[in-house]
């Protein structure tokens, strides 16, 4: 089955340290995008990439860091430097531009 | 700069009541529009879409039809189910970009 996988659905960090949340896509898409998601509120965009290799900071890339080796897999690092991490944060795939973008089932990382 | 505004939820029907879910919107040229459901705990998945004016996107029992004129794109349901209850979203792309913009969510609480 073609989808998005994101992993682990719930990740716990202590202050100060890095963590890295994993997005796959088995779609063949090009384009893939990470969003951070706070109570009651819409989704804001951290990072996106259009290809391999390429990646562009979104609205909130302030204090995350990614990476695009390969056109599968866009793994997203909240740093310590990011001062409020604790989030929903949703991974997406699309085609190209402005064509429809799938979603992840989520990670919901809590800061201790 | 383009965005999306929902009203705000909660919205809460009885079962088999008439939904309506207001959204409009400002861009600058022809956005595609959708609205996207998340159920508790999950990410985003695809409601429906519309890439022009005077599309309909229907799918599940619920519709929405993108209005140039008045910007708009309502989301209706003739009868909904306590299995409705969720978080709606409604958002837009411009067709010369990669960003999907979001409204802030309505919740919807649909009571047996």
């Known amino acids: 089955d073609g989808g998005i996988t994101q992993s682990p659905k719930y990740l716990f960090r202590k202050e100060g340290q890095n963590v890295t949340l994993s997005c796959e896509q088995n779609?063949?898409?090009?384009?893939m995008y990470w969003y951070r998601q706070d109570p009651g509120q819409g989704l804001r965009l951290i990072y996106y990439?259009?290809?391999?290799?390429?990646?562009q900071k979104g609205d909130i890339a302030e204090g995350y860091s990614v990476s695009r080796e390969k056109k599968e897999s866009f793994p997203l690092t909240v740093t310590s430097a990011q001062k409020n991490p604790t989030a929903f944060y949703l991974c997406?795939?699309?085609?190209?531009?402005?064509?429809?973008?799938?979603f992840g089932p989520g990670t919901r990382l809590t800061v201790l | 700069g383009d965005s999306v505004t929902q009203m705000e939820g909660p919205v809460t029907l009885s079962e088999e009541a008439f939904l309506t879910i207001n959204c409009t919107y400002t861009?600058?040229?022809?956005?595609?529009l959708f609205w996207y459901v998340q159920y508790p705990g999950e990410g985003l998945q695809l409601l429906l879409k519309?890439?022009?004016?005077?599309d309909k996107g229907s799918n599940k029992g619920f519709e929405a039809t993108y209005r140039k004129e008045t910007t708009s794109f309502h989301l209706e349901k003739g009868s909904v189910q306590v299995s409705d209850s969720a978080v709606y979203f409604c958002?837009?792309?411009?067709?010369?970009?990669?960003?999907?913009?979001f409204g802030s969510g309505t919740r919807l609480l649909v009571r047996p």
């Open positions: 997406a795939s699309s085609t190209g531009l402005a064509d429809t973008q799938y």
């Open positions: 779609l063949n898409h090009d384009a």
């Open positions: 990439s259009q290809i391999v290799n390429d990646f």
């Open positions: 861009a600058t040229g022809y956005p595609s």
């Open positions: 519309a890439t022009k004016a005077d």
């Open positions: 958002a837009l792309s411009e067709k010369s970009s990669y960003k999907l913009i």
